[in-house]
């Protein structure tokens, strides 16, 4: 497996800084937003720089009860071909539910979910990562999320989970210890044991993140400073293991360069204290390199488990862990009845959280809409979100959005609804409204009667 050293998640609000930046041996790009054939500048500058670029998928739901999509697997598969990269990352999550496998509508959660630690769940996910594994031109590596939420009746710790996914697949894991403090805080695990249960030489790299406590609830928001326990966790796996790579992740809120810089700084100084510790205990003397340090053997599959080799899972196990993720994803986005043993206070918090982040992307997505909507934007689109899940991606989303506005709100303003009706019509169809011959034509004779 590659030694990856430092990094940090590119995203385009931050290229620019991301380019300057003093000690970026390699950076992560989300694969859903690149095409293959139209790379940003930056990442091909970057690239053309021997900085290594790795796609980091958000939407194949490992976890899910489905097999994985093959359209899914193979954009991911192009991804990381195009970029020359040494591997791919996913998430161990469900994303959506329902569908054929449950003979119910298939709802989108557009957000990480945590999949039961069950033998049924991990069966599924074993038999997912080893089709996505057959399907990708280099090595997965899937990542622990955080969550809000935990499911009754769990048979295994996260440590567990992780060691018997890892054991059984071959499978890399990326090691997310925002993550890890996320679920101390808000489930009341300890990333000591988790860390302590882990198959650490199966490492690929690991995440670093800010968030935020409010309530006595951890949120991952990846838009806040990285807190001290996240740091201590970091120094912690790294007195254990040298990590191959670590990575500061931010997606909103970005701050200054110097901010960033800074934050990459005491991420290194907290694995560097963490391989000091390691080095007082062994004796030995670990030299850091500039393209990361310490071994990475991989882990080794169980005989008889390996990929491609285990019996398929049962379509009726698939079925069971479809209809509870279903059931779950319902009462968070559909508000349908929460599932016997969840916390329903959790649940509520969870969704509107979910809620929230509909509303944050759909505003990044179609940044017209509140534009045309001004303050009313996200109290219209939470209302919206109420009674309307998401059944595709959030471009669908922030179409279905402007055509509930306009079949509900009849009483606003004639100049927002003729903008958001001009909007909606643009984007509707197949083709731009303004690319087609017919509007073309009308806007020109317009244009000559207007000259007269």
């Known amino acids: 497996m590659a030694r990856l050293g430092t990094g940090i998640g590119w995203r385009p609000e931050i290229a620019d ?21 139209h790379l940003p500048d930056s990442l091909l500058r970057l690239r053309e720089r021997g900085v290594t670029v790795v796609p ?17 697997l193979t954009a991911l598969a192009e991804r990381a071909e195009i970029l ?18 449950t003979a119910s509508p298939q709802l989108e959660a557009g957000h990480l979910l945590p999949v039961p630690r069950t033998r049924d769940a991990l069966d599924v996910l074993c038999e997912n990562v080893r089709i996505a594994q057959d399907a990708l031109p280099v ?3 899937v990542e622990n999320i955080a969550a809000l939420i935990s499911w009754p009746d769990e048979e295994l710790t996260e440590g567990q989970f ?12 990326l090691i997310d210890v925002a993550n890890l403090h996320t679920n101390h805080v808000n489930r009341g695990e300890d990333p000591a044991e988790a860390l302590g249960e882990l198959p650490l030489e199966a490492i690929a790299y690991v995440h670093v993140a800010g968030g935020f406590e409010r309530d006595g609830v951890w949120h991952d ?48 100084a907290a694995v560097a204290k963490g391989r000091a510790t390691r080095a007082a205990a062994t004796g030995v003397t670990v030299t850091p390199r500039a393209s ?49 043993g969840f916390d329903r206070v959790r649940l509520g918090v969870q969704a509107r959280a979910l809620a929230g982040k509909r509303a944050d992307v759909v505003g990044k997505v179609a940044p017209e809409l509140p534009a045309i909507l001004g303050a009313g934007y996200r109290p219209a689109f939470l209302g919206y979100a109420q009674g309307c899940p998401m059944t595709g991606g959030y471009r669908r989303d922030a179409l279905d959005f402007a055509a509930h506005v306009l079949r509900t709100a009849e ?42």
Do not use: K
């Open 162 to 173: 992780l060691y018997e996914l890892a054991d059984r697949t071959g499978v890399r894991l």
């Open 17 to 37: 800084v991301v380019e300057r930046m003093p000690g970026i041996d390699w950076v992560e790009a989300v694969s859903e937003n690149l095409c293959p054939g």
């Open 411 to 452: 009483d606003q303003d004639p100049a927002v609804r003729r903008a958001l009706r001009e909007w909606w019509l643009e984007r509707s169809g197949p083709v731009p409204r303004s690319a087609r011959p017919g509007v073309r034509l009308a806007r020109a004779t317009r244009r000559v009667l207007l000259r007269r």
């Open 56 to 72: 980091h998928g958000v939407s194949l739901g490992l976890g899910g009860g489905d097999r994985p999509d093959a359209g899914r």
């Open 221 to 268: 928001s990846h838009a806040h400073p990285v807190a001290q326990p996240v740091l201590d966790i970091l120094t912690d796996l790294a007195s254990r293991v040298a990590p191959p790579g670590v990575l500061l992740e931010r997606d909103e809120n970005f701050p200054e360069g110097d901010e960033l810089r800074s934050e990459v700084a005491a991420i290194g």
């Open 84 to 101: 020359g990269s040494p591997l791919v990352t996913e998430h161990i999550a469900f994303v959506r539910a329902g569908g054929a496998l």
């Open 139 to 141: 090595p997965l590596a």
């Open 292 to 340: 990361g340090a310490g071994s990475h053997a991989a882990p080794h599959a169980a005989p008889g488990v390996g990929p491609g080799v285990a019996p398929g899972v049962d379509d009726a196990v698939r079925q069971r862990l479809g209809l509870a993720q279903a059931a779950l994803l319902s009462a968070l986005v559909a508000g349908t009845p929460v599932p016997e």
